[in-house]
């Protein structure tokens, strides 16, 4: 009688070549039949003595201020677009595609700007904390910065990210193109909560109106248990003075909450009972309903996920193994779990989500794939303790396609024959 | 002269003088300078008519403001410029195209008076007067049918503004 054979651990996880995401941990690859050669044959490197041309003399100087490598200057940001007759009034993309971590360089952080970059001398700015306070104050940069300091990585979503997706056809960009109004970084500043206690918060206060220094003067109102909670006026952006087109010297930074809420170049706080209702938060960053109607002050961004290798653009090299990889947040809190399916959604398998998770911050997910050659579909679902990513078709079916903010659908990759890789709704 | 020590007793004692804990254990230096009540500015508009200046102007005097300083960008009737639509549209859309005008979707009539003191005309904002804004405000809100040609608007008149929009508007936030 043939003996049971025991459970292959490096079967593969769902359909259409998903492997187990602990591939690598368990060093299945070698017994997958898949070679690991090392990257350099011993034998003809000790034989080999020439030098390459940058092994012949020394290399350049010593700098100021590094840049990345002229071989990578294709890596910039992308999808800039300003509004007519302007320059600065519009936004530009992360190239997810590019970068790997969860941290975004900050020169390739998203921008989204109303009136262009002002540049502000840090001794000129004042901020103002008033309103419904016992004793309205003020405050130079340089008394911030004596302040008591928090460091926390945060990312920070345009609530306009992705919309391109709920167009009636799928749009040929990349990652990036689609889904780069999303950044992470390390920021570094003082918690609003200490300037409000300093000033002292009338009874009847409930919410506080940020404005930025910008020539639109840009601003929002903030629920003043926002503020009290984890509400950062960040100085500093990956280690370094804030770059001026993330509001330096001084921007608030709200966790989890729509980007435009997080107002750059701040130079007031108004504490107050109600909302001001400006533009911002009526005529646009709305959510309109299929139904006619619109929501106001709908912060946070929902949970969401997408594959940034490989995706949109770019081009596989023939069947055999890729690691998938993609980010995932949400704006309630840490990512929980992230699914990945090559077979357009029939089957999924659980993705490595590489520690450390942190709340309200972008999470790498990670899966070895092996393609067969033959044309599929890629997507990434992911959730937080309560909320699950949906599908195109059920966001679509709930709130329309008018709507514009918060869209946090899945999305999906076609890889066709040739590995050609396209934006594709399922 | 002061000695090394001397320094730090020094700094010592102003920081046990002026260090106050916030509610969260974390002792602050409290540098907040006083802001002196000529010093406190604010241009919010409030939805409530609060915050809106003295002065007044109507749709007649608006409709030059509006050539001289919004047309090249919106357009010569506020519908075919470059840059945003500011007329017409369906009140409540549901599809597009989305026509996000005062009109038809603006709830508060004194978010336009806000918007343009703030922010507008795009190149040079901050340029109209108190009664520039109002008469371009009474122009736009006349173009989008909410106000008669004829009406001057001043602080207490745009706040009884309604626009048509309103109602459609909520939000899981209490609000007043």
């Known amino acids: 009688m043939a003996k049971k054979q025991p459970a292959n651990p490096i079967a593969n996880s769902a359909g259409n070549g998903l492997l187990d995401r602990r591939l690598f941990l368990t060093g299945g690859l070698a017994s997958l039949g898949i070679a690991l050669s090392p990257v350099v044959n011993a034998s003809e490197s000790t034989i080999n003595r020439a030098r390459k041309p940058w092994m012949q003399s020394p290399g350049r100087a010593l700098g100021d201020y590094g840049q990345p490598s002229q071989h990578e200057a294709a890596v910039v940001r992308e999808g800039r677009t300003s509004q007519v007759g302007t320059l600065g009034s519009g936004a530009s993309r992360t190239p997810l595609q590019d970068l790997q971590g969860t941290i975004t360089p900050s020169g390739l952080h998203f921008e989204r700007h109303h009136s262009g970059i002002p540049d502000i001398h840090p001794e000129q700015l004042q901020l103002s904390v008033q309103g419904l306070v016992k004793q309205p104050l003020k405050f130079s940069l340089n008394d911030l910065a004596r302040y008591p300091l928090t460091t926390k990585t945060y990312f920070l979503e345009c609530s306009g990210n992705s919309a391109v997706n709920l167009g009636p056809n799928p749009a040929l960009l990349t990652c990036g193109g689609i889904h780069g109004l999303v950044s992470a970084s390390e920021w570094t500043g003082v918690p609003v909560s200490y300037l409000l206690d300093e000033a002292g918060i009338d009874s009847k206060a409930k919410w506080v109106v940020a404005e930025g220094a910008d020539a639109a003067r840009m601003n929002r109102s903030i629920p003043l248990d926002k503020m009290l909670d984890d509400a950062l006026l960040a100085l500093y952006q990956n280690g370094e003075r804030l770059r001026p087109e993330q509001g330096y010297p001084v921007r608030l930074l709200l966790p989890g909450y729509e980007g435009n809420t997080s107002v750059k170049w701040l130079h ?159 | 002269m002061f000695t090394s020590r001397g320094l730090v007793a020094t700094a010592f004692a102003l920081v046990s003088l002026n260090a106050v804990s916030d509610p969260k254990g974390v002792e602050t230096p409290r540098l907040g300078q006083q802001l002196e009540p000529q010093e406190v500015h604010s241009i919010t508009v409030w939805p409530d008519g609060k915050g809106l200046p003295p002065g007044s102007g109507n749709a007649v005097t608006g409709q030059k403001v509006y050539a001289q300083q ?44 806000d918007y343009v003191r703030r922010a507008m005309p795009y190149r040079t904002p901050g340029s109209l007067s108190d009664d520039e804004v109002y008469a371009v405000v009474a122009y736009l809100l006349f173009k989008n049918g909410v106000i008669e040609e004829d009406l001057t608007l001043n602080a207490a008149q745009l706040s009884k503004v309604n626009l048509p929009n309103r109602q459609r508007f909520y939000s899981e936030y209490e609000l007043p």
């Open chain 1, 268 to 426: 007031r706080l108004e504490v107050s009972a109600q909302p001001a209702m400006s533009r911002q938060e009526t005529s646009k960053y709305t959510d309109l309903n299929l139904d006619g109607r619109a929501e106001m002050f709908t912060f946070e961004m929902g949970v969401k996920s997408a594959i940034t290798s490989p995706s949109g653009n770019q081009q596989l090299t023939g069947k055999g193994y890729y690691e998938i990889s993609g980010l995932a947040w949400s704006g309630y809190g840490p990512v929980r779990k992230v699914d990945v399916s090559a077979d357009g959604g029939k089957t999924w398998a659980a993705a490595q989500l590489e520690e450390p998770i942190l709340d309200k911050s972008l999470t790498r997910f990670r899966i070895p794939w092996h393609w067969d050659g033959t044309p599929c579909t890629l997507l990434s679902r992911a959730a937080d303790a309560q909320n699950h990513q949906p599908t195109r078709a059920q966001y679509t079916k709930a709130k329309g396609t008018s709507g514009f903010y918060h869209y946090n659908a899945m999305q999906a990759w076609r890889i066709e024959a040739d590995g050609g890789i396209h934006n594709v709704y399922v």
């Open chain 2, 70 to 113: 919004c047309q090249a960008c919106h357009g010569l009737s506020g519908k075919d410029g470059i840059n945003d639509t500011l007329v017409g549209g369906q009140v409540a859309p549901t599809s597009l195209p989305k026509l996000r005008t005062v009109g038809s979707y603006w709830p508060y009539a004194t978010s336009l008076f």
